[in-house]
């Protein structure tokens, strides 16, 4: 059985400021043993289908300054599984587009310079760890306010995601037979970054925060206690 420490989408160069400190000092709390990364470690501003914002670095620059964040998540945390989400497979999805074989692409653990011990999970996987599901989030049943409950629940199983940033905290559902839950991790980015533009339309903002799940049983939401990481 494991204790799995979840973090949120970090969207970097938007992740949050002091956000892996308060990942780290979590993962001590709970004697955590196993980390999963729910997805969208980056945000590919520069390749994606928002507005492009000429103000902002080009791809190429975005991308140095992502993974010079990111090290601070690849030095506390170096055996890592990783959820693909929908940001973070821009680079396959517009390579598609155009028809550039997969072949002919470097690997998002390439790109981003991931240690060797992450382990990059393609984009809709599930990952099963003690019975709970771990997954991105972006394909299946949503709701408003635990979109992993509503998948959890289509499912009748226990299912971790990330995805929609506003959503953090658990729900339990049952049926006569057994009991499941649903868990939204929240995300690990910084609200004000130009990068996260994007978001400002919608009037949920985000929640930051990770999760934890010990023994596939009882799962934690964690929000960050912003005042004190400052």
């Not at 507005?51 to 080009?58: I, R, V």
């Not at 929908?86 to 690997?107: E, F, V, Y």
């Not at 400002?200 to 939401?221: H, Q, R, S, W």
Request: proline share 6%; net charge negative.
């Amino acid at each position: 059985m494991s204790r799995v420490l979840i973090i949120g989408d970090t969207h970097a160069p938007a992740m949050r400021a002091h956000y892996p400190e308060f990942l780290e000092d979590i993962y001590a709390q709970w004697d955590c043993d196993r980390v999963v990364h729910i997805g969208d470690a980056v945000d590919f501003h520069g390749i994606s289908y928002h507005l492009k914002h000429t103000d902002l670095p080009n791809i190429e620059n975005e991308i140095e300054i992502a993974v010079e964040q990111l090290s601070e998540l690849y030095d506390r945390f170096p055996v890592v599984d990783y959820m693909t989400g929908n940001h973070s497979d821009l680079p396959n999805r517009q390579a598609t587009g155009i028809g550039i074989p997969a072949k002919l692409m470097r690997s998002l653990g390439e790109i981003l310079d991931m240690p060797s011990g992450w382990t990059v999970h393609p984009r809709f996987a599930d990952l099963e760890i003690d019975d709970v599901f771990y997954r991105h989030g972006d394909k299946g049943k949503s709701n408003t306010l635990n979109a992993a409950r509503a998948q959890a629940d289509a499912e009748h199983r226990s299912v971790v995601a990330g995805h929609y940033h506003a959503q953090g905290g658990v729900s339990f559902g049952a049926n006569q037979k057994h009991r499941w839950f649903g868990m939204q991790v929240g995300c690990g980015t910084e609200t004000n970054s130009p990068y996260m533009r994007y978001s400002k339309i919608y009037a949920a903002k985000p929640i930051v925060g990770c999760g934890v799940v010990l023994d596939g049983e009882y799962p934690i939401f964690e929000p960050m206690p912003l005042e004190e990481y400052v």
